[in-house]
């Protein structure tokens, strides 16, 4: 198969933007690969500069990090995928464990809550948390809304102390609610309270 030639437009779009967009982008925006771009880049001499972070771009992934995938929050910056993971790591703001955003496992509930994921389980079967299944194997999925009822409506079941909040907290950051609700405060503060001698630090 003949090598497609680079047209003087496609070079003018490169040159353009290189420092601005990711490459998986431009290659999207060109119809070639990845290695292809890079490999014409280098060519061409092109670097791409280094895109400080602003305080406004922290906070959005601050917000959405572990309620919204990776990709998402990429697109929502227009960062690319390895920037945002360097950024998380950087702010130590743990593992992505929510795969989509929409929906949590037992799995992702059990360590929010650091619970077993059976015990989870059980709640979905009894019907303590609202969850629905998929697939053939009946698996349970649970939205965010179903997971905050559940732990404004089951406190006994969850403690303030052991879960992991800074993961929780951003469930209740939407577009209807910025801030956490007083209940999830006095739960969180009244737990740490029990187990450590004074109201959590970071509320």
Do not use: H
């Amino acid at each position: 198969m003949p090598k497609r030639r680079w047209t003087k437009e496609e070079v003018d779009y490169l040159v353009e933007n290189y420092s601005k967009k990711s490459i998986n982008s431009i290659s999207k925006d060109l119809g070639r690969t990845k290695d292809s771009v890079f490999k014409k880049a280098k060519r061409l001499g092109l670097t791409k500069m280094v895109r400080n972070w602003t305080e406004e771009e922290i906070d959005i992934l601050t917000l959405n990090w572990g309620k919204r995938s990776i990709e998402k929050i990429a697109r929502m910056l227009n960062r690319s995928t390895i920037s945002v993971k360097k950024k998380a790591m950087e702010l130590k703001l743990g593992s992505q464990y929510i795969a989509n955003g929409e929906y949590l496992s037992t799995g992702n509930i059990g360590f929010l809550l650091n619970k077993n994921p059976t015990t989870v389980y059980k709640w979905l079967k009894e019907g303590i948390i609202k969850g629905r299944t998929f697939g053939k194997k009946s698996v349970y999925r649970v939205t965010p809304e179903d997971f905050i009822d559940f732990l404004k409506n089951n406190p006994n079941k969850w403690c303030g102390y052991s879960a992991r909040i800074d993961l929780i907290k951003p469930y209740f950051y939407t577009s209807k609610q910025s801030n956490l609700p007083e209940w999830f405060i006095k739960k969180v503060n009244s737990d740490f309270k029990k187990s450590y001698g004074d109201i959590v630090p970071f509320l």
